[in-house]
């Protein structure tokens, strides 16, 4: 294969910084193995955005993404900004980002790393082996349905939101699902609420109808309430798992827990012609400028950009296995460290893993 990707690099604010450059070493070297040329352009958002232009997506950062073949971002947000109007505030940039790039569909893996299977909360028995995608809509839903607001009536508030999802809605995040599962065990469980909801009950019947093209895909639906049961009781039974937007905001950090750490976990957000890419957790200020943040998350998430973006699958699987390597062979940034591991710094794990990669 011989290709130009451009790639938008948003590092963001706090471990951002730090941990994307990490991710960035990964990209060049998984692009040279398998002849994709990369053209990779930095851009600012969130509150590096906001103290050098005031606005946390400035146009430039914008037009930037809006012409790039994919996005990697780090994290945006910290205390510096906390105290401004939630218009301005840095995390707009995501919403931004997401909105202007029609990006209806977050894919959130959860996947077990053996070597760490005790930092899970559940038992090595139940745990182990699971290996999940969560797909969340990601733009429609009660999050965005209208009316929306508190109003006052008889002398009291009432707070309104509005759960609305449209037939092209679920047809379109239906497929995501069921392209998705082609690529892995070819099992969907569609997770609604269709006992109550009239809304949901429009979901599993278009659900059900795209199901029709995808005959060789295993489909089965389940009640919200069962699915964060059964994620906790026996996540293994689970592959692919569609959801819409707020059961999948609750039920992807859930299934993101069985795993024990936020630091390890990637995310892919497509649906337009840019896909995104960035780790789920934050710019954890608590430790930035410190050399102490894991940079594996993001490295994933390159991971996934390779397999989405770039239908490289297997640009995926050789750092998904780098990774495996070097946790067997008892590298831990401090997020995941216990006794008897060897502590290494956000730069040092990410040369095991290029060393690994070699
Ligand atoms: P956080 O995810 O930044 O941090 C939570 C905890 O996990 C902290 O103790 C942190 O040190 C630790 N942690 C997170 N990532 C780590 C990593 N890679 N390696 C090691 N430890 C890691 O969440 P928070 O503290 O609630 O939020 C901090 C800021 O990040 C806030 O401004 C918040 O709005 C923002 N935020 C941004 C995003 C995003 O950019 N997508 C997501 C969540 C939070």
């Not at 963001?12 to 994709?36: F, H, N, T």
């Not at 299977?117 to 969340?136: F, M, P, Y």
Request: hydrophobic share 40%; with cysteine.
């Amino acid at each position: 294969m011989s290709s130009t990707y451009k790639i938008a690099v948003f590092p963001g604010d706090g471990i951002g910084k730090e941990i994307v450059p990490q991710a960035v070493r990964v990209l060049r070297a998984i692009g040279a193995r398998y002849d994709v040329k990369v053209d990779l352009q930095e851009a600012l958002v969130g509150g590096s955005a906001i103290d050098e232009f005031g606005v946390p997506l400035p146009e430039e950062s914008l037009r930037l993404a809006l012409s790039s073949d994919a996005v990697l971002l780090g994290a945006v947000g910290g205390p510096k900004w906390e105290g401004l109007d939630y218009s301005v505030r840095p995390e707009r940039a995501l919403l931004g980002l997401r909105e202007k790039l029609g990006l209806f569909a977050n894919l959130r893996p959860a996947k077990l790393f053996s070597a760490l299977v005790d930092a899970s909360t559940l038992k090595q028995s139940v745990i182990e082996g699971i290996d999940i995608v969560v797909i969340r809509e990601l733009t429609g839903g009660i999050y965005f349905g209208r009316p929306r607001g508190v109003e006052k009536i008889d002398g009291q508030e009432r707070g309104i939101n509005t759960e609305v999802y449209t037939t092209s809605e679920i047809e379109r995040i239906a497929c995501v699902a069921f392209e998705v599962a082609r690529r892995r065990h070819r099992k969907v469980c569609s997770v609604d609420k269709a006992n109550v909801l009239e809304s949901s009950e429009l979901w599993r019947r278009v659900v059900t109808a795209v199901h029709e093209d995808y005959q060789d895909i295993e489909l089965s639906h389940m009640y919200v309430d069962n699915c964060s049961m059964q994620l906790i009781r026996n996540p293994r039974q689970f592959d692919v798992i569609l959801t819409n937007n707020m059961f999948g905001d609750i039920l992807s950090d859930e299934a993101a827990m069985l795993t024990g750490s936020i630091g390890m976990l990637p995310s892919a957000s497509i649906g337009g012609d840019v896909g995104m890419y960035e780790p789920i957790h934050g710019s954890a200020p608590d430790i930035a400028g410190q050399d102490r943040a894991n940079p594996i998350a993001t490295i994933l998430s390159v991971g996934m950009m390779f397999k989405y973006s770039f239908g490289l699958d297997i640009g995926y699987d050789d750092i998904e296995s780098a990774v495996t390597r070097v946790l067997d062979r008892g590298y831990r940034t401090a997020d995941i460290y216990s006794p008897g591991n060897k502590l290494v710094g956000t730069g040092e794990m990410t040369d095991v893993i290029l060393h690994e990669l070699a």
